[in-house]
């Protein structure tokens, strides 16, 4: 049987495989390729349908519950269909974040646009792309699955007020701390 792509049948599927409020097995659900839906995730964060934004956050959280990424692809996945969308950049945006304990010690959890929390540390990475002609930071950390979130702005800037120095494969870096793991942000020599 062939499935033609609809976002309500999606969100129809979504909603039951999350009546009990756990996130659904996406990473087990196989089925085949429907085709590619016309929904795109901006890289600010904003899902789009049919070029309109979903305003809805409800709705647009329950998409995000659903979603799956296979190599550099993202896709819808319910247990009897898998549909292509487009993400620009991420699929999520870390909003803010809260400091607990500092130093080495310290952890920080980051609330993303969709409502996911996620404490990082070894298994919840933080990682930072620099531009390679203006230099400018691009900082993520994983969410879940192979899924990550672009941590915007005002939250970075926050999170360079408490970063610090350490050794990171035999070099200085300038860094973060966050559940016993440090992430490197920029070595140290090229700090003015």
Same mark, same amino acid.
């Given at each position: 049987m062939i499935v033609k792509p609809d976002a309500d049948r999606l969100a129809e599927t979504a909603r039951a495989a999350a009546a009990g409020g756990r996130l659904p097995p996406v990473d087990s659900w196989n089925? $085949? #390729?429907c085709g590619d839906l016309d929904m795109r995730i901006a890289r600010d964060g904003t899902w789009f349908y049919l070029g309109t934004p979903i305003g809805r956050a409800p709705l647009v959280r329950l998409f995000s519950t659903i979603l799956k990424r296979? =190599? &550099?692809r993202y #896709?819808?996945?319910t247990?009897?269909?898998k549909v =292509?969308? /487009?993400?620009?950049?991420?699929p999520f945006v870390a909003v803010d974040f809260e400091r607990a304990g500092t130093g080495a010690d310290q952890i920080l959890t980051f609330t993303t646009n969709v409502g996911d929390r996620v404490a990082a540390g $070894?298994?919840?990475?933080i990682r930072v792309e620099r531009d390679p002609e203006t230099g400018e930071p691009a900082p993520y950390v994983l969410v879940r699955r192979n899924l990550e979130a672009r941590i915007d702005r005002k939250s970075f800037y926050r999170l360079v007020e408490i970063g610090t120095? &350490? /050794?990171h494969d035999g070099a200085e870096w300038f860094g973060l701390w966050s559940g016993g793991a440090f992430f490197p942000v920029i070595p140290s020599a090229e700090l003015p």
């Amino acid at each position: 049987m062939i499935v033609k792509p609809d976002a309500d049948r999606l969100a129809e599927t979504a909603r039951a495989a999350a009546a009990g409020g756990r996130l659904p097995p996406v990473d087990s659900w196989n089925p $085949p #390729f429907c085709g590619d839906l016309d929904m795109r995730i901006a890289r600010d964060g904003t899902w789009f349908y049919l070029g309109t934004p979903i305003g809805r956050a409800p709705l647009v959280r329950l998409f995000s519950t659903i979603l799956k990424r296979e =190599g &550099a692809r993202y #896709f819808l996945v319910t247990p009897v269909e898998k549909v =292509g969308i /487009t993400v620009e950049d991420v699929p999520f945006v870390a909003v803010d974040f809260e400091r607990a304990g500092t130093g080495a010690d310290q952890i920080l959890t980051f609330t993303t646009n969709v409502g996911d929390r996620v404490a990082a540390g $070894p298994d919840h990475p933080i990682r930072v792309e620099r531009d390679p002609e203006t230099g400018e930071p691009a900082p993520y950390v994983l969410v879940r699955r192979n899924l990550e979130a672009r941590i915007d702005r005002k939250s970075f800037y926050r999170l360079v007020e408490i970063g610090t120095r &350490a /050794t990171h494969d035999g070099a200085e870096w300038f860094g973060l701390w966050s559940g016993g793991a440090f992430f490197p942000v920029i070595p140290s020599a090229e700090l003015p």
